[in-house]
Every structure is written in C-alpha cells, then in structure tokens.
C-alpha cells in the first residue's frame, strides 16, 4: 500500500487506494488461533512493564524505611548545606552552534532528556569533539556525580551518571552535584529522588522570574540530613540489588518487543506455527 503512495513533498495514500487494497484473510479459525498467540505474547510484555513499574518505586520505599522524609527528618540526622559535603556543584553550556555542530561520535554531551529519575536515559544523547570538548573543561563529569536536571519542564529530574556514557560534559540545563567523601552518590541520587525535596526543588525552580530554574546558589544553601556514611553504603547495596534486577528486567521487556513484533510479522505471512510459537512463548516468560 505504502508504495502507491502519490506526492512529491508529502506522500500520502488516498481512500480509494485503501478501499481498493486486497489484504490476506485467513479463516476465522486461524484468525483466532493467531490472535491468541498474540494475546499472550503480549500479556507477557504487560506483566514485564508492570514489574518495572513496581520496581522504579522501590528506592524509595527502601529510603524511606531507613532514612525517613528528608524534608520533615523525622528520625534527627545532622543536617548540612549541600556545599559542605559536595565537591562540585556547576552546569556547562551548548556549544556555538547548537544542535548543528553535535557530531556522531565522540565525547558526550549530557542534556535534560538524558536525565530522568533514577534513570538515565541514552536515547538522544549528543557528542562533542576534542576541540569543543575542551571548551566546557569545567564541567568533565566523573562516575561519582549525580546529574540534576536545573531548567525547563523536566526541572529536579535526577539520576547518577553511569560510567558507559563517559568521557562526558553536561550543558546549561543540567548540573553536576559531585559529593566528597562524607557522602555516598547513590544516598545523594535517593535524597534528591525523594517526593517532599522533589516537591521542594520544583517550589524553588518554579518561583524563577521567567523560567522554571534552580541556580548554584540555591543548590549550595540546601539543607539536608547526614546520615553516618556507613548507613548510607548499606543503602547503596540495597539499591544496587534493585537497579540489577531493574536492568535485567528492562532488557527482557526490549527482547519482548522484539519477540512480538517477529510474531506479528510471522503471521501475517501464514508462517506462525501453533507448536513452534508455543516453545517460544514459554522460552521468552
């Protein structure tokens, strides 16, 4: 159908290509022998997403159980500002240019739609050469850091940098907080994925006179609570656990998608076997 497609600048398939379009139509028996096949497949992927959803909640469950909310420190832990247990707190900037001068390959670029809670997201990720690298030498992001999102919509989004994506640097939307040795990354990652200080971050960055926005400032001067360190690294390992499974679960759901779509393609070309299909789906839950 795609290839009877007319126009020049924006191709289109008009009604009566589609009235006219001849389709395959098995019986209505291999119809619902198909379907099934597909409903399971797909059942499998539901319940995959649905367990990565309840996954995504559990940090902070796990931080609530041995930390309590940050904001109301109900359980007393010394409080600091943020600066007195933190390395570095800074944001870089977009190379001249912009989008247009982001190249294939090379060093990383860190931007907003990377960082998502708890989560770093690939897809879209940007990368810089030698030259323009160079320039933005300030904010070199290292494995220990925590990235906050500082500006626009997605404002206190929050996540580690994982160690795949470096060498990298971060523009002005994003800022590095980088924790000394008082601190664990994953506890700093956890506090600030917290609800009450998401809530609190968002009321900083939404009282911004023309954007939503959280300067240095404002980060420095936060106060949090300071649990003992080795409380903090227990906490790590916890989390670690989760995030594993998280990930394990993550690329079954990819092969899923695969799986289904092979399925799909498979019967609508009168190939899909009940019995091979069978073994398949028990392989693939």
Not at 85 to 105: D, F, Q, R, W
Not at 167 to 185: F, G
Not at 217 to 234: H, K, N, T, V, Y
Request: charge should be positive; charged fraction near 25%.
């Amino acid at each position: 159908m795609v290839r009877k497609a007319t126009g020049a600048s924006y191709p289109a398939v008009s009604d009566r290509i589609i009235f006219e379009s001849e389709i395959p139509l098995p019986p209505v028996a291999e119809q619902k022998r198909i379907a099934a096949i597909l409903d399971q497949a797909d059942e499998l992927k539901r319940k995959r997403a649905a367990s990565l959803e309840t996954l995504s909640v559990i940090p902070i469950s796990i931080f609530h159980d041995r930390f309590g909310d940050p904001i109301a420190n109900e359980m007393g832990w010394r409080t600091v500002r943020l600066k007195s247990v933190t390395l570095k707190i800074g944001s870089g900037a977009t190379p001249t240019g912009g989008e247009s001068s982001y190249k294939s390959n090379g060093i990383s670029l860190i931007r907003s739609m990377n960082v998502h809670d708890g989560n770093f997201i690939r897809e879209g990720l940007a990368f810089l050469d030698t030259t323009q690298a160079k320039k933005l030498d300030n904010v070199i992001v290292f494995d220990i850091d925590v990235l906050l999102n500082i500006t626009g919509a997605s404002v206190a989004r929050v996540c580690r940098c994982p160690k795949y994506v470096l060498p990298a640097r971060v523009n002005q939307h994003v800022s590095i907080i980088r924790p000394n040795k008082m601190m664990d990354t994953t506890f700093l990652e956890g506090l600030l994925m917290y609800p009450s200080m998401k809530r609190y971050l968002l009321q900083i960055g939404e009282a911004g006179a023309t954007r939503q926005a959280i300067t240095k400032a404002q980060l420095e001067e936060l106060e949090i609570p300071l649990p003992p360190l080795s409380a903090q690294r227990e906490f790590a390992d916890a989390i670690g656990r989760v995030v594993a499974t998280r990930d394990k679960q993550s690329e079954h759901l990819a092969k899923l998608d695969v799986f289904f779509s092979s399925l799909q393609d498979r019967a609508f070309r009168g190939e899909l076997a009940s019995e091979a299909a069978g073994r398949e789906l028990a392989e693939a839950s």
